[in-house]
T-cell receptor, first 115, second 112 residues
Framework: ETGVTQSPTHLIKTRGQQVTLRCSSQ?????VSWYQQALGQGPQFIFQ???????GRGNFPPRFSGLQFPNYSSELNVNALELDDSALYLC??????????????FGSGTRLTVV | DQQVKQNSPSLSVQEGRISILNCDYT??????FLWYKKYPAEGPTFLIS?????DKNEDGRFTVFLNKSAKHLSLHIVPSQPGDSAVYFC???????????FGTGTRLKVLA
């Protein structure tokens, strides 16, 4: 059973640029959630995708967008990058919304630095 | 507004002793709580959960206690081992929602 894989592991972007982060969900999972973890903070919910549709969204502006593909993998896109977007971006897969004895399975994250 | 709070940023415990990590929440609608452990350069790993119909859940060395009236939960690790050294996050959700609210984490250091 493979876990959640995220790519790239690190990247550096310039303010104003656009970035795409990728996530392959754990085998058997149909739901992907994205979280942003700023330094010294807990993960904050960005959005969740279920069956290729956005299933809920946190308090993030529209320049944060996503996709889920038929194989349940997912992308997070961020346009017009700002310095405050620098953070660890975590992808989590689950079967359903994540409530249950096992919660999410997280990937190792993508560390984004905006300069 | 921080709905889930972990007021201790760090904790040091001797190997073999008990580690107690605390978490407070403000939203009385939360009905499901989890603890995650995070090592550097890795994603959070699920540790243990508890639903609001229980006040205790055990899994090996890990026990989570829930006090709904105080809106407080705690994670007990007995006995603590050096491999338990990590950042621990509590998270909460409520039925029908699709997201977890995480605390800011507590860094546990178990001293050999």
């Amino acid at each position: 059973e493979t876990g959640v894989t995220q790519s790239p592991t690190h990247l550096i972007k310039t303010r104003g640029q656009q970035v795409t982060l990728r996530c392959s969900s754990q085998s058997g999972h149909n739901t992907v959630s994205w979280y942003q973890q700023a330094l010294g903070q807990g993960p904050q919910f960005i959005f969740q995708y279920y069956r290729e549709e956005e299933n809920g969204r946190g308090n993030f502006p529209p320049r944060f967008s996503g996709l889920q593909f038929p194989n349940y993998s997912s992308e997070l896109n961020v346009n017009a990058l700002e310095l405050d977007d620098s953070a660890l971006y975590l992808c989590a897969s689950s079967l359903g919304a994540g409530q249950g004895d096992y919660g999410y399975t997280f990937g190792s994250g993508t560390r984004l630095t905006v300069v | 507004d921080q709905q889930v709070k972990q007021n201790s940023p760090s904790l040091s415990v001797q190997e073999g002793r008990i580690s107690i990590l605390n978490c407070d929440y403000t939203n009385s609608m939360f009905d499901y709580f989890l603890w995650y452990k995070k090592y550097p350069a890795e994603g959070p790993t699920f540790l243990i959960s508890i639903s609001s119909i229980k006040d205790k859940n055990e899994d090996g060395r890990f026990t989570v206690f829930l006090n709904k009236s105080a809106k407080h939960l705690s994670l007990h690790i007995v006995p603590s081992q050096p491999g338990d050294s990590a950042v621990y996050f509590c998270a909460a959700s409520y039925s029908g929602t699709y997201k977890y609210i995480f605390g800011t984490g507590t860094r546990l250091k178990v001293l050999a």
